[in-house]
């Protein structure tokens, strides 16, 4: 059964982190200054690991699959109605860009984390209203 304290948890912590990054972060010092750096990436990471958090707690629950990684719980998602494909889509780059951040798979590029700060935030506003929508 779904928890709905558990589910509004994480996607208040979700809201939390994307208010904290439109209010305190300053992506235009990603390049030059570390603490900047980390404080973005670290707070981005807790949003996105909300968001895979709840999204695999609701395809546990309502039994919609098996994903063979993060950024299947997406797709389980969309499939079910929880979210439209364009938020699957980039839900599911997020997922893999956590991944970058989490394991360091990668180099992070700052370019990149500046332009999910400025352009994406309102994604994971959009995927926590469709998951309250259907709760």
Same mark, same amino acid.
């Given at each position: 059964m779904t928890d709905p304290e558990l589910i509004a948890k994480k996607l208040a912590a979700i809201e939390t982190a994307v208010e904290q990054l439109r209010t305190l972060a300053q992506p235009e010092n990603l390049s030059h200054d570390i603490r900047e750096q980390r404080f973005i990436e670290h707070t981005l990471q807790? &949003?996105?690991? &909300? &968001?895979?958090?709840? &999204?695999?707690?609701?395809? *546990?629950? =309502? =039994?919609?699959?098996?994903?063979? *990684?993060?950024?299947?719980?997406?797709?389980?998602?969309?499939?079910?109605?929880?979210?439209?494909?364009?938020?699957?889509?980039?839900?599911?780059?997020?997922?893999?860009?956590?991944?970058v951040l989490v394991h360091g798979y990668a180099e992070v590029d700052v370019e990149i984390v500046r332009y999910v700060v400025e352009h994406r935030l309102d994604d994971l506003v959009r995927y926590v209203g469709s998951v309250r929508k259907r709760l």
């Open positions: 807790i &949003a996105i690991q &909300a &968001a895979l958090d709840t &999204a695999s707690h609701i395809v *546990s629950d =309502r =039994r919609l699959g098996e994903p063979e *990684s993060n950024r299947g719980l997406f797709e389980l998602l969309r499939r079910d109605g929880w979210i439209d494909e364009d938020l699957h889509r980039t839900l599911s780059e997020m997922a893999g860009f956590r991944n």
